[in-house]
């Protein structure tokens, strides 16, 4: 495990985080608020209106894997319980029997290939069923949403793998903006993308470990075994994606609950075999520990609801569920961090904090991959 002295000293310098980052994923990350923002270009591009002129769907119906999928439960999280309309998000490679035309798909992927999103369109394209496309440039999808007369979001092939998320999910914003299922200021891409590149400025590269919440967050995870706690549906949907991402660029295992569902498992985790043994003696030298160690990485959303029943001896909202998780994190001596708690997009709307929550989770997991040299094949 490298020391975490040795892992700023890479943070902070420039020459080596480059050399250890072939696929330039840091200049992909802060270049999220830009794709927000061509991404929106292209979308308006493609022509909405032969999906929205029919009004209001049945249901969406989205087909999306891994970064897309995130995206798809993103949506559905803002729309929540009252939505007028189902969202399901499924893998593919084929479209519910119960699909019909009072249903529209968008089929979301970052190469436009493969048969679990070349399947689906043209299976939608048979039924009569509104698609819309998202997916790379000359793409077998792009052919398939023309067979449909479908619109087709082409996704530039400058995007780098991981770091797509937003291009998928501007288009689903604006479907659903423009379908009257979110207001247009909820799904405003410039709002969006101005926190995304106020983020990236206070997280870049050039900026030191010391003022840098995303180097700040890597080094504290960089011997931990993380445990996050998301409060509610759109912080649990970034929970998920966090994990992923740490899983992916740093080989680093997280596991993601989502509160108050969750509640029992994650104070359970906090408090089993796993934690520090020796809890009360809060004086000992945490260097002494074997192994990795718990840290509790928290996804606050205060517009996460409140209770969902009445006279529960329970906790039942998100809230009151994060404070006990907490309570259980101080009496075990877990140490806490939380994501992205401070910065002007927390007192924004949802989806800017949002942006930033996940931008700053972007960052540290390429900060801890380049930490640990993954890119090139390095080991923790």
Not at 79 to 84: K, R
Not at 234 to 256: F, K, S, V, Y
Not at 330 to 353: I, K, T, Y
Request: negative net charge; hydrophobic residues 45%.
């Amino acid at each position: 495990m490298i020391p975490p002295e040795l892992a700023e000293e890479v943070l902070d310098d420039l020459d080596v985080m480059r050399a250890r980052d072939p696929r330039s994923l840091l200049p992909a990350v802060a270049g999220a608020g830009a794709q927000v923002r061509e991404t929106a270009r292209l979308t308006r591009e493609t022509g909405l209106a032969r999906i929205t002129d029919g009004g209001r769907p049945r249901g969406l119906v989205i087909v999306a894997r891994r970064e897309g999928a995130v995206a798809a439960s993103v949506l559905r999280a803002l729309l929540g319980p009252a939505s007028p309309v189902t969202v399901d998000v499924l893998p593919g490679p084929a479209l519910p029997a119960w699909t019909g035309p009072s249903d529209v798909v968008v089929v979301a992927t970052r190469t436009g290939a493969g048969a679990y999103a070349v399947g689906p369109a043209y299976e939608a394209a048979r039924r009569g069923i509104s698609l819309l496309g998202i997916g790379g440039e000359d793409a077998p999808l792009r052919a398939a949403c023309s067979v449909a007369r479908a619109p087709y979001v082409a996704l530039p092939g400058s995007r780098v793998q991981h770091t797509t998320l937003w291009s998928l999910l501007t288009p689903m914003l604006l479907l659903a903006s423009d379908l009257g299922l979110l207001p247009g200021d909820v799904a405003n891409p410039e709002a969006i993308a101005a926190a995304l590149d106020a983020t990236a400025q206070e997280c870049g590269p050039a900026r030191e470990t010391v003022v840098n919440p995303a180097k700040t967050l890597a080094l504290e995870l960089l011997d931990s075994l993380p445990v996050i706690a998301a409060e509610g549906p759109l912080a649990g949907a970034a929970g998920t994606r966090i994990a992923d991402q740490l899983a992916t660029l740093a080989g680093l295992p997280a596991t993601d609950f989502r509160l108050p569902d969750q509640r029992v498992a994650a104070c359970a985790v906090l408090g089993g075999p796993l934690a520090p043994h020796d809890a009360d003696d809060f004086f000992r030298d945490r260097a002494d520990d074997a192994g990795r160690r718990l840290r509790l990485l928290t996804i606050r959303d205060a517009l996460a609801g409140g209770h969902d029943g009445a006279g529960e001896r329970e906790p039942r909202s998100a809230g009151e569920a994060m404070e006990e998780v907490l309570r259980t994190a101080a009496r075990h001596n877990v140490p806490v961090s939380g994501l992205a708690e401070q910065g002007e997009a927390a007192s924004s709307g949802r989806l800017p904090r949002l942006a930033r929550q996940l931008a700053v989770a972007d960052f540290t997991a390429v900060y801890l991959g380049l930490a640990l040299d993954t890119e090139r094949g390095g080991r923790p």
